[in-house]
């Protein structure tokens, strides 16, 4: 039976950016900073598109922001998604507005998965997911992996981690948990947010870079939505973290076991 | 009423010690905000793990029921928002934990209250309390405020004393009223991770192995094991299928802060030092001299860990 899965692409600074804090602690110095799509999120598309390829289907892939974050949406395109939903919403977020806009997006698609990356990097928050879960009342499977490793051969074939049953009434999800993995099944429609080891995600190709920008990317006005837009959770300053200072260099295992007995007594 | 909620954890019927770290900063909440501790345990055949929650002046919450045996998110959130009501708290956390993330968010948006996960610190002053967490993994600290009436957060452990003994507290059972054949989730297998080793969170000394280790972990156990230590990854490591997913130690794995902690052949990418900076004793091995994981260590060795590290656990045993 084909699928049809909504999908996030967030667009977040650049995880091999250096990330500085403003001197009055306003927010981070953006310059020099390049942005991509939320490595979580890029897990999250690769696995939508595998379920596709398995099942059948259509990948809409949806975020919520400015202009700017057409670029990822159109980086998720070029890898392979069907069409685009952009909520424009120029504000701070929190779970709360994320999960309500993305409620009323899965409201109208009515997809049968909704896939999200586990937290995106930017504000490591972990909630988007089982927020948007608990708002549309579906069950959820956070943090999706897979038994196999990155280099196996269910990987090598590209086959999906999430493993959708005939009739695509239910799927099962292997997530890793406190003390090992736990295999969950879950009824259909349901979210699942996707960890680092479920799969690794394809690169765009230029045929796909060439289609992509044919593809409907439709705008929705957060305002539009009736949707609460304030956060309630705000940040109100930031600050680097306290800096750990280098010690020293010892010169063998002897220095080291009498620095480690002697000084730091800690053996 | 402004009343403190810590939902507590347990697993196979134990309590998490990682749930001890959480009613400590429970204790500091409500010492802040003057309101009651109450603490809540849900699952199923756990009254041994209640008794361990009892004694720390907090009154106990017993959730027990079949449909809450394996930790599903969809049943325990609504259990959790009842309990919520039931003693009136408008603080409502838990530890950072795989279930303690799985699970506060989705009872978070049940109860409409914005959430603050891994939270570090507490600022602000008196009642009003700002929440100080890690943002960019971890190369920012954010102090947040949480607007609505209900504020729900999971805190680091390593950051948080353990709960201060106090009043025995009265343990409640409460009345659970699960419809089990209309959840939609099951529980279909637990692969557990056996180790007869400590969990890497709780445990005293900590030794991991990276890309230095080519794939071989045998000399990183073998110096865990004289150690009585866990052994951790690095990301590259557990990448390369080198070393079990709970291994992980770094932003998006695990974050420990044991006495001791031993990175071997980890060349100490922020996303790994944000796991393991808070070790009290940090000791490097690398064979690459301007490895960044030597200006986070304490005592940094330029030599190979396949020299290393025996002839340390040599050492160890030597001394016993």
């Known amino acids: ?267 | 009423m402004s009343n403190v909620l810590i939902v507590a954890e347990q697993f196979d019927g134990k309590l998490r010690k990682a749930s001890l770290h959480a009613l400590g900063a429970g204790q500091q909440l409500a010492a802040r905000t003057g309101g009651a501790l109450h603490v809540a345990l849900l699952g199923h055949g756990i009254a041994e793990a209640a008794r361990g929650l009892a004694g720390f002046g907090a009154t106990v919450h017993v959730a027990d029921h079949p449909a809450l045996a394996h930790g599903l998110a969809e049943a325990a959130a609504p259990v959790v928002v009842q309990i919520a009501r039931d003693c009136g708290a408008t603080l409502v956390g838990a530890a950072a934990t795989a279930a303690g993330k799985d699970l506060l968010p989705r009872a978070a948006a049940l109860l409409g209250a914005g959430m603050a996960t891994e939270v570090l610190g507490l600022g602000g002053a008196g009642p009003a309390i700002l929440f100080r967490r890690p943002m960019w993994a971890g190369n920012v600290v954010a102090e947040v405020e949480i607007t609505t009436p209900v504020k729900v957060f999971t805190v680091r452990p390593t950051e948080f004393a353990p709960a201060a003994a106090g009043a025995a507290g009265e343990v409640r059972a409460v009345a659970v009223g699960i419809d089990a054949a209309a959840l939609r989730t099951r529980s279909v297998d637990f692969q557990v991770v056996k180790s007869e080793r400590p969990e890497l969170t709780e445990a005293r000394v900590v030794v991991s192995g990276g890309r230095g280790t080519k794939g071989d972990f045998k000399a990183v156990e073998a110096l865990a094991d004289a150690l009585g230590g866990a052994v951790g990854a690095s990301r590259a490591a557990v990448d390369a299928g080198w070393a079990p997913n709970d291994w992980q130690v770094g932003q998006t794995g695990k974050v420990v802060a044991p006495e001791l902690y031993v990175a071997a052949g980890i060349s100490g990418a922020i996303q790994h030092v944000a796991g393991m900076k808070g070790s009290r004793v940090i000791v490097a091995v690398n064979k690459d001299p301007e490895a960044p994981i030597f200006q986070v260590a304490d005592y940094g060795l330029v030599a190979d860990l396949f020299q290393v590290l025996p002839a340390l656990a040599e050492r160890v045993k030597a001394s016993r």
């Not at chain 1, 939505?225 to 300053?237: K, Q």
């Open chain 1, 1 to 267: 039976m084909p699928l049809k899965i909504l999908v996030t692409a967030k667009r977040v600074e650049d995880p091999e950016s250096k990330i500085r804090v403003k001197p009055d602690g306003s927010g981070i110095v953006t310059d020099g900073v390049n942005y991509k799509m939320n490595p979580f999120d890029e897990i999250a598309v690769e696995e939508a598109l595998r379920l596709r390829e398995a099942h059948g289907g259509e990948v809409v892939v949806a975020a919520i922001g400015g202009e700017k974050q057409q670029t990822e949406l159109r980086a998720a395109l070029a890898m392979g998604a069907d069409r685009a939903i952009l909520v424009r919403h120029d504000g701070p977020l929190d779970a709360l507005v994320v999960s309500a806009l993305l409620a009323k997006v899965c409201e109208q698609e009515r997809p049968d998965l909704a896939l999200l990356g586990k937290q995106s990097i930017d504000d490591d928050q972990n909630q988007a997911g089982q927020y948007l879960a608990a708002r549309l009342g579906w069950p959820q499977a956070t943090f999706a992996s897979k038994s196999e490793s990155l280099e196996s051969e269910a990987e090598q074939k590209k086959l999906p981690g999430v493993v959708v049953a005939a009739g695509g009434k239910s799927a099962r999800v292997v997530r890793e948990a406190d003390g090992g993995l736990q295999t969950l099944e879950v009824q259909l429609p349901a979210v699942v947010t996707v960890d680092l080891r479920l799969n690794k995600p394809r690169f765009a190709s230029l045929p796909g870079i060439m289609k992509a920008k044919k593809k409907e990317l439709k705008e929705l006005a957060a305002a539009s939505l009736g949707v609460d837009l304030a956060p309630a959770v705000v940040v109100r300053s930031l600050a680097e973290p306290p800096r750990r200072k280098g010690g020293v260099k010892v010169a063998d295992v002897d220095e080291l076991w009498k620095k480690l007995h002697e000084e730091a007594k800690v053996l």
